[in-house]
């Protein structure tokens, strides 16, 4: 019997129009996008539809945006396919606090608010520090350990084979993209982004959100949730705190995060939300591995259609 995990996208897919088609053909879909409006007092959904795109990209805003959508996506999946089963979920940064709300960690409207609040001390942080990051492309891991130490950066996401984002002070991943071109890498690419995510440089970001959560009301999940930070299922609240603390200046393990899931005999992945960034990575960890994703209407009809 084949098991089900669902995946959770993170920050960077963005994209302005996301949502809406999906808000536009379905009734219950708006009213997703009509709560989380109410929720957070200000009109997300339509940043989300329309832009304009300096708007989208704010951390604070990229943040919940990337979380409704994603959550409206496996909200409306449930819908068309009533028989959906899963037996875990997973997301890549600020996506596992959707996963988490997905296995029932928390109620959408803490999870929104939390995110929220998330990316406003996360970009808080950024204002602060001069931070940047890269993507390293065709360089294994050790080596890029390597080019880290020697230029003063750290690892922030291990995504895939041959592809590690790093991230520090801007002009030590300057040096780090011509060390890493010296070791062979095939690209060095410096990522549009406001600052040092997964990083120290994040740190003042974590006694705040770390508040924030005191806030909410945890609750067990529903199905094993898989930590960023170690690769693990969460465990008890404290613990579930503790972790998405400590995720805002750790390095990301999703690679070691999925391969975990494979080796639990989990064979079918469905990734929700905007874009297909986890898809590609699962390309390059395992090509046997079924990959779905619900992104807008066409591909949530797609991933009906293949018999879940």
């Known amino acids: 019997m084949s098991k089900t995990a669902l995946l959770f996208a993170g920050q960077g897919a963005q994209v302005i129009g996301m949502g809406k088609d999906l808000a536009e ?16 007092g200000y009109d997300l959904a339509g940043i989300c539809f329309n832009g304009p795109e300096a708007d989208l990209t704010k951390t604070e805003n990229a943040q919940p945006g990337i979380f409704l959508v994603s959550w409206v996506c496996f909200q409306l999946l449930k819908e068309q396919n009533p028989n959906l089963k899963f037996e875990a979920t997973a997301g890549l940064s600020l996506g596992e ?54 230029a003063g950066v750290v690892l922030a996401n291990l995504n895939c084979p041959g592809q590690i984002v790093i991230s520090g002070a801007a002009e030590k991943i300057a040096k780090a993209c011509e060390l890493a071109k010296a070791k062979g890498a095939k690209r060095a690419l410096p990522l549009p982004v406001a600052g040092a995510y997964h990083s120290p440089l994040m740190a003042s970001a974590q006694p705040k959100l770390g508040a924030e959560l005191a806030k909410v009301k945890l609750n067990a999940t529903t199905v094993p949730v898989i930590s960023n930070v170690n690769a693990l299922p969460h465990g008890i609240a404290d613990q579930t705190i503790a972790l998405l603390v400590e995720q805002v200046t750790s390095s990301v393990l999703w690679e070691k995060s999925m391969r975990v899931l494979l080796a639990q005999g989990f064979t079918r992945f469905i990734e929700l939300g905007p874009g297909a960034a986890l898809s590609g990575f699962m390309k390059r960890i395992d090509k046997t591995a079924q990959m779905l994703n619900v992104a807008d209407a066409a591909s949530l009809e797609t991933t009906v259609k293949a018999q879940l």
């Open 97 to 150: 606090f959707t996963a988490l709300t997905a296995a029932g960690a928390m109620s959408f409207e803490d999870g929104l608010r939390v995110v929220r609040q998330r990316g406003k001390f996360m970009q808080e942080a950024c204002d602060v520090t001069k931070g940047g990051m890269a993507a390293i492309i065709g360089l294994d891991e050790a080596p890029t350990r390597e080019v880290c130490a020697e």
């Open 25 to 40: 053909k379905f009734p219950p879909a708006k009213d997703w996008f009509d709560r989380a409006n109410a929720a957070l």
